[in-house]
């Protein structure tokens, strides 16, 4: 019992390290890129380590949703309620329909870093898993030679 306390405390541990890690990757990127109009997608982050009653652990990674958009480089356009005979739309588009602002790129902040960060979260908790298996078999193997007769 004690052994599987354990188990449920490092992983919480881990996950709550690997969060915060990855946060700090995602931070990083946008800092390299450029990303950081007002800082408010770098604030949003929020992470959260929910342990369910089945002893699965959950984690929840969560930003504003514009760093999606961000991310995919879409989302500049007209803006809401923008009509073609409104003066909205001669202020945003030129007389052939383009916009008059610098073309949107993609700039990939979390699309990469998530895929290399979860792969190495698997290969933490099967790392973490094999660790308490081995001890757990130590443990129960005698510690004085066993004889077997035949």
Not at 56 to 65: D, N, V
Not at 106 to 116: L, N, T
Not at 127 to 149: F, K, M, R, Y
């Amino acid at each position: 019992m004690s052994t599987e306390l354990n188990l449920a405390e490092r992983e919480r541990e881990m996950a709550m390290k690997w969060l915060d890690f990855t946060v700090e990757n995602f931070v990083e990127n946008m800092r390299k890129l450029r990303i950081r109009n007002t800082g408010a997608l770098m604030a949003s982050f929020q992470k959260q380590v929910i342990g369910t009653a089945t002893g699965q652990l959950q984690l929840r990674l969560s930003y504003a949703l514009y760093g999606k958009f961000v991310d995919m480089g879409v989302g500049r356009g007209m803006g809401a309620g923008v009509r073609r005979g409104d003066d909205g739309f001669d202020r945003i588009r030129n007389s052939r329909g383009q916009l008059r602002r610098r073309q949107r790129k993609a700039r990939k902040w979390y699309a990469k870093e998530i895929y290399a960060q979860t792969k190495r979260l698997s290969e933490l908790m099967s790392e973490l898993h094999g660790q308490i298996l081995i001890s757990t078999v130590a443990d129960a193997v005698p510690s004085q030679p066993v004889t077997i007769q035949f």
